[in-house]
């Protein structure tokens, strides 16, 4: 005979506290507030309220909180907040025995020949304007590789009209 643990019995008692049903309290209008406009941060004020609202929360102070939530998103009227203070110190790296110094040029040299990359692709393209395009295009069909593929086929495609 099997037994539910979770069911009181006569014999037993109650069921454990860690295994009886327990309903989960609704999130905080903080939390609400913050999770909606972070997913549409242009949502109207009397918009967010009522979604608020209709999650259960009964505060009379709502729109002061989907106020507050709102400015500090945004920064607290756009200027960027100072770091806190763990963030602004920081310690160098002590070299150990076997660690080799590692040249501030080589980070430089990648940095311009990423720029000069970018400069040579603006050209090819025809200008910043049509390179940003390209780049729209390659990170729209999902990566480089994605990009080669459909390129190719385009080229297949323009290769067979022109020899008609």
Known sequence: MIRRIATPHPRHGPAHPLLRSRSVPAPSAYT?????????????????VL?????????PDIRKIVNRTR????GRKGKPRPAAAAARTTTQPRPGPNSEPKPADADAEAVFASVALANRT????GGVAKAREVAEAIRACGGVDAFLKRLELVAEILGSETNS
């Open 32 to 48: 609400l507030a913050r999770e909606i406009l972070t997913a549409d941060p242009d949502l109207g004020t009397d918009a967010a």
């Open 51 to 59: 979604r608020i609202k209709a999650a259960g929360v009964t505060r």
């Open 71 to 74: 400015s500090d998103l945004r």
């Open 122 to 125: 603006a050209k090819l393209c």
